[in-house]
Each structure stands twice: as structure tokens, then as C-alpha cells.
């Protein structure tokens, strides 16, 4: 499942994740976390870890794990790493799949919050291979796109300007993506009956009670 989700970031901590990207942070070869193979693709510039980006990733991972919609998307368990990402004129990342295994954790979801307008810099789409054909993306700042980390994907050579972005990886707490799918579908199913009926409706009783059997029947703790 491909999801986008548009605000993630409320507007103070974006233009705080701003700031870092354009003036704060001190930037090195993004080649130094990406894997051997990964590694021939990569040409981009990723902040070097520091008291104060630790500080506003730690901001950025409190915002997802308290954001409805991620949360019954992804089920996360744990936010896997976070990278804050430069792509100047000239850099792409070639067609790679995520590493599997990151910080001793499982990567079961990828993702990509947007700290940039797109109409400020010229190509650097994130193209997302699916079964259906390539989707390319650009969205618009404090916006997150999520996708498996099963995926192939590149970005494209940014021709002019500069590209921002926060990347970043999860557990779930559901490893399988039809499970995580099939529990969202039934979230979407309970707002949309809380919404239109009363609360102790028995139809919304038996959702309810699904989605809650099935989380303890899939769930990893």
C-alpha cells in the first residue's frame, strides 16, 4: 500500500526542519549510510548527526507517532532511523531497493516527508515502482509519502535548485502488508460509521471488536 498524507508536520516544526536543512546542518556524502549496493546509486548530501538535529528528529518522530492517519497505516512500533537529505543540481538516487535490516531493526515501511516546495526545484521526483507501472511524486512541504520497503525506487537528477526532504524508515507492528492493508480499510470503515451513527450502534460494536481480534492475532509486541 501507497499512501499520501498531506501535513504531517505542523507548520512550527517544518520551518524548524527548514532552518536546519538550509542553514543549521552540516552536510556530507550521503554515500556513508547507504548500503554496498545502494551505495553506486546514491549521490545526494545527508546532515551529519548532531545535538541539534537529534533534537528536531526527535520533534519529527513524535509528530508521526502521534498522527492518526500514520498510525493506521503503518501500526509502527518503532521509527527505524531518520535521515535529513540534500539533493543540489546534479544529485539523484538511482533505482535501489531499502536495506532490509537498519540499526538491528526490521524495515517494513519507508517514507519521505517533503520539507521543500516542489516548484522550488526542477525534477527530483521519487518514483516508486509498482506492479502497475512507475508513480512519480513531488508533494508539498510538511507532506509525507509512505510506501513498502519492498519497493524499487530512485529519485530523479535534480536539474536545478534544491531538494529537501526528511527520510525514514518503521516497524510495524504488523509485519505483513495485506494484514496492515486489511486494518486500515477497517479503520476507514469505523470512522466513516462513528461518523454518521450513534456510538453504541451494534454494527460499530462488531467492527470495533474485528479489528481488535485481528490486531491481537497479527500484532508482533
Not at 538535529?53 to 502521534?66: D, I, R, S, T
Request: net charge neutral; aromatic share 6%.
Amino acid at each position: 500500500m501507497l499512501l499520501q498524507i498531506a501535513q504531517v508536520l505542523p507548520p512550527t516544526l517544518l520551518e524548524q526542519c527548514l532552518s536546519l536543512a538550509q542553514t543549521g546542518a552540516q552536510f556530507v556524502d550521503g554515500k556513508q549510510t547507504a548500503g554496498w549496493h545502494a551505495k553506486e546509486r546514491k549521490n545526494n548530501l545527508q546532515a551529519r548527526p548532531d545535538v541539534a538535529l537529534k533534537a528536531v528528529f526527535a520533534q519529527v518522530e513524535k509528530a508521526l507517532l502521534g498522527h492518526q492517519l500514520v498510525n493506521a497505516a503503518a501500526r509502527p512500533k518503532a521509527i527505524v532511523r531518520l535521515l535529513l537529505s540534500r539533493y543540489q543540481a546534479g544529485m539523484s538516487y538511482g533505482t535501489h531497493v531499502d536495506d532490509a535490516i537498519m540499526s538491528g531493526q526490521r524495515t517494513d515501511l519507508s517514507f519521505t516527508l517533503f520539507l521543500n516546495a516542489p516548484e522550488q526545484y526542477e525534477g527530483g521526483s521519487l518514483v516508486i515502482d509498482e506492479p502497475a507501472g512507475e508513480r512519480a511524486f513531488k508533494m508539498e512541504p510538511g507532506s509525507m509519502l509512505l510506501y513498502p520497503s519492498t519497493s524499487l525506487h530512485r529519485v530523479e537528477p535534480v536539474t536545478s535548485g534544491e531538494r529537501l526532504v526528511i527520510v525514514g524508515w518503521i516497524r510495524s507492528l504488523v509485519r505483513d502488508a495485506q494484514e496492515r492493508e486489511i486494518l486500515f480499510d477497517l479503520e476507514r470503515i469505523i470512522a466513516a460509521q462513528r461518523a454518521k451513527q450513534a456510538a453504541d450502534d451494534p454494527a460499530l460494536e462488531l467492527l470495533l471488536k474485528t479489528r481488535s481480534n485481528l490486531l491481537r492475532k497479527w500484532a508482533e509486541d
